[in-house]
């Protein structure tokens, strides 16, 4: 039995699921957050159906672009699916500031998941942001360590790069 599954079905502390899919698919970005390990949550890596990625919001706390998804029913965005306890909601939505909560349905290990929080920008910018080199790496990380599918995580890794080239950022990227 998993550690997800010994928390989902031995506790009674309320729970709520969240789809994750920029810096907080890395459980110890997370965790800096939350103020706790978030790895033992980690339901697994999940497919959002009809949305795609974005730069197009610019944080000012990490001054660079930061990931959105935004509806589009050709596309999927793949992220990590969390079962957190309903402790974490308030801290979550203050590391968010700048998005709102959206009910979302992802695909996870087989299963169908409903009415899963996630977060979109409320105020889109017309333009993606590059990202700098340190979301750049948390991101990947995160897409990394919890497993999603090794082509995502390329186009995800060709996508951040290219903006960066375009926008003049990236310096550590250039050599690699």
Known sequence: MSVTRLFSETSNEP?????????????????????????????????????????FRK???????VLDVIKDPRHTVEGVLYRLPQ???????EREIGYHHEAVT??????????IRTYTVCEKLTQEIAPNDWYFSVVLRGA????????????L????????????????????
Do not use: I
């Open 87 to 93: 402790r974490f909601s308030a801290r979550l939505d």
């Open 144 to 155: 990394y360590t919890c497993g999603l599918p090794e082509p995502y995580v390329w186009n």
């Open 106 to 115: 992802v695909h996870c290990q087989g299963q169908v998941y409903e009415n």
């Open 157 to 176: 890794f060709n996508h951040m790069h290219r903006l960066q080239q375009t926008q003049g950022m990236g310096q550590l990227l250039k050599s690699a």
């Open 59 to 65: 944080s000012e706390r990490r001054n660079c672009g």
């Open 15 to 55: 729970s709520f699921y969240y789809f994750a899919y920029g810096s907080c698919m890395c459980p110890v970005d997370l965790k800096r957050s939350l103020g706790e390990s978030t790895h033992h949550y980690v339901v697994g890596p999940a497919t959002l159906p009809g949305y795609r990625l974005g730069f």
